[in-house]
């Protein structure tokens, strides 16, 4: 008997990157040299290519200017971060008649040990959390330090990006969005395509809110035959880029913790500046399958979802769907002998119920060992 949380249907075809990215996670030994191993992996290399990619782009003088502002929130995921920081040193910084700079804030949610300062570096920042915010805490930590101190230019685009730790991005990623959105007025966000680091296959691009059920997934799972830029009900946050103006009208996310927090903060994105969320598909991101995490979440995903459906504007009967189907779900955990399982979903409903939407779980959510499903 399958898991309905975890049906999202047969992926189809793949697309490689067209440059590669290698596909590892690098394990830190805690008592290790962290400020050393991320400034090496990392923020010097960030700092070192820095400068000639700005000189690189110095003769185009009509370029639009673009600024960009990556947040990254982190949690005990240091190698992830260092990886990444890799792949944002290789960032192209021109697009088509844009020329852009990045700065990068890295969000620590009460990681141990601590993510260091880099010494090295002021394109690179850290801002820290003591207490685990969840994506959308993390996420929101880094969005406050980042408008909080940017002077506003007149003459340039702002644009910030959310990018998770464990998210890979090619050279090109970024300045395939910011050539979206600066070609689409109308446009408050674009994500790019989602791939398995390991496997390569596309899983995600863009996501749909179903007006039936209110269950979030997918809108499609390959970007064979797309013809190019497609709208969407959200696009997942670990690689989304959005308007800095959006942000500022609409708010920071909802704090969901994690799960569902992208879906809602999208649709209310686009409900309130009149814009749409969009998706690239010429764009490639790398991020491990979303559904591949079923243990735990359950009970966000259960608890969460409400917050999308309302945002969505579905009303009282698909908020019913979804909590029967969670119900189903239970049933289903328990029928394969994980009661364990199964009180996830219950307890998502029971919070739901209360109004307790928000933050982390409550005190009484076990964390089940993880399994396989």
């Known amino acids: 008997m399958s898991d309905l949380l975890d049906t999202h249907g047969e992926l189809h075809d793949s697309v490689a990157p067209p440059r590669p990215i290698a596909p590892v996670r690098v394990e830190l030994d805690p008592s290790g040299d962290l400020r050393g191993f991320i400034e090496e992996s990392g923020t010097d290399r960030f700092e070192s290519s820095y400068e000639a990619r700005v000189a690189a782009r110095a003769d185009d003088v009509g370029a639009a200017r673009v600024r960009v502002r990556a947040l990254v929130p982190c ?3 240091a190698g992830d971060l260092a990886l990444l920081l890799s792949d944002l040193a290789t960032t192209e910084l021109t697009a088509a008649g844009v020329a852009m700079t990045l700065e990068v804030i ?8 601590a993510i260091p300062a880099p010494a090295t570096t002021s394109m690179v920042r850290v801002v820290r959390s003591e207490t685990n915010l969840g ?3 993390g996420f929101n930590l880094a969005m406050r330090a980042a408008l909080e101190d940017w002077t506003r230019d007149d003459s340039a685009a702002d644009f910030l990006w959310l990018v998770d730790s464990d998210a890979r991005v090619l050279p090109e990623t970024l300045a395939r969005l910011v050539e979206t959105l600066m070609s689409d007025a109308m446009l408050a966000g674009i994500g790019p395509a989602l791939a398995d680091p390991r496997t390569r296959v596309v899983h995600e691009v863009g996501g749909v809110i179903d007006p039936r059920t209110g269950r979030q997934g997918p809108m499609l799972t390959s970007t064979v035959g797309v013809p190019g830029v497609e709208t969407c009900d959200y696009v997942a946050s670990c690689c989304l880029l959005l308007r800095r103006e959006c942000v500022e009208r609409v708010g920071l996310m909802p704090d969901r913790f994690i799960n569902a927090d992208d879906a809602e903060w999208c649709l209310k994105i686009s409900h ?4 749409r969320i969009a998706v ?5 991101a790398m991020h491990p399958r979303f559904d591949r995490f079923p243990t735990w979440q359950r009970y966000f995903g259960t608890r969460n979802a409400f917050g999308a459906i309302d945002a969505k504007g579905l009303g ?9 189907s969670c119900v189903a779900k239970a049933i289903n955990q328990t029928l394969m002998g994980r009661d364990d399982l199964a009180e996830l979903h219950m307890l998502g409903l029971r ?12 005190h009484d959510v076990p964390r089940p060992a993880p399994t396989v499903s």
Request: charged residues 25%; positive net charge; glycine residues 12%.
């Open 75 to 77: 949690h005990n995921r």
């Open 351 to 362: 919070d739901a119920a209360r109004g307790v939407t928000t933050g982390p779980a409550s």
């Open 280 to 284: 690239n598909p010429d764009a490639l």
């Open 316 to 324: 009282r009967r698909v908020r019913f769907r979804h909590a029967m």
């Open 272 to 275: 309130q500046t009149g814009r």
């Open 106 to 113: 890295i969000a620590d949610n009460a990681s141990v040990p």
């Open 135 to 137: 994506g959308s805490g």
